[in-house]
């Protein structure tokens, strides 16, 4: 069974499949994996590129269905109901909304837009009626139905014996028994990078998160106090970080982002992160949210 779902940009939803009666599901085109465009460059006088990687191309999903009426009067009515939910004036603003793809292995989404609402092909036949409606996907990436999370849970190193513990005249005098962090194992069951949302709430000191695997890290050098809640976003073209406060108010935090700070993503496979709060008496809680993303379904 296939099915498709469209959420517009005002939350209103239509739904196609073989059973969702005057609306039949007939087909769907470019959902497969995406085309690729070529990075490379041409040195005078080498033969040949030089080739710099891939990069996918957006998406024209095209829509078949039949529209089957009680009566002429009811065909044209579920036609111009069809075209209320699908009309692409609900972007003009450049507000995406949200198309649902389901089979019988799973289920996915995709932000996209109305680019042709419904158009009549072929002739009408009786009070039935074949439609085609065309979106248009800047970000080729499909995403899983449902998100992962995972909270960053407390770690700390143990004793370590013999114990000595330092004259407080020789370097580095009194102990250390351990050290706090918190780290997360993210298992990407996607087959593309994909942006994460990390939620800290306070109070930290210098709330810093890091890729265990690549080295890269994200650090906000802002103290949190106790009750704010950073909230962090990776996602390329719409890169955001904000505090809010336990009032309600909001301080955008984009400007206190460390220099070095690399808005990195989660690889396919497993990823480590370890975040920690700059000063270890602190109590924060982290979350990682992520989209497990495809690049075909």
């Known amino acids: 069974m296939q099915a498709v779902k469209f959420i517009n940009p005002r939350y209103q939803e239509i739904e196609i499949s073989r059973t969702s009666y005057p609306y039949v599901f007939e087909s769907i085109t470019g959902i497969d994996a995406s085309a690729t465009t070529i990075r490379a460059r041409y040195p005078a006088g080498m033969d040949g590129a030089m080739f710099e990687g891939l990069a996918l191309t ?78 248009y996907c800047p970000d080729g990436d499909w995403r899983a139905d449902r998100p992962i999370r995972a909270r960053q849970a407390f770690i700390a190193g143990g004793f370590k014996f013999p114990l000595v513990i330092p004259h407080e005249d020789e370097p580095m005098p009194g102990i250390m028994f351990g050290s706090r962090g918190y780290r997360a194992l993210i298992d990407n069951t996607g087959d593309r990078p994909t942006p994460i949302e990390i939620t800290i709430t306070g109070p930290a000191t210098e709330p810093t998160v890091t890729n265990e695997k690549t080295g890269e890290y994200l650090a906000v050098i802002q103290p949190l106090a106790e009750g704010d809640k950073l909230t962090i976003s990776t996602q390329k073209g719409e890169k955001q970080a904000y505090i809010t406060h336990p009032d309600g108010s909001v301080t955008n935090a984009m400007g206190w982002i460390e220099p070095g700070s690399v808005w990195f993503q989660l690889d396919p496979g497993e990823n480590e992160l370890k975040y920690t709060s700059g000063d270890d008496t602190t109590t924060a809680t982290s979350v990682i949210t992520a989209w497990p993303r495809l690049s075909g379904v």
């Open 58 to 135: 957006e998406r024209t999903p095209r829509l078949t269905l039949h529209i089957k009426g009680r009566s002429r009067e009811h065909l044209y009515q579920a036609k111009q109901e069809l075209i209320n939910r699908l009309s692409s004036s609900y972007s003009a603003r450049g507000r995406q909304g949200q198309l649902w793809y389901e089979n019988d292995h799973g289920k996915w989404w995709i932000p996209a837009v109305v680019r042709q609402g419904p158009v009549q092909i072929g002739k009408r036949i009786g009070n039935n009626m074949t439609v085609q409606v065309v979106f």
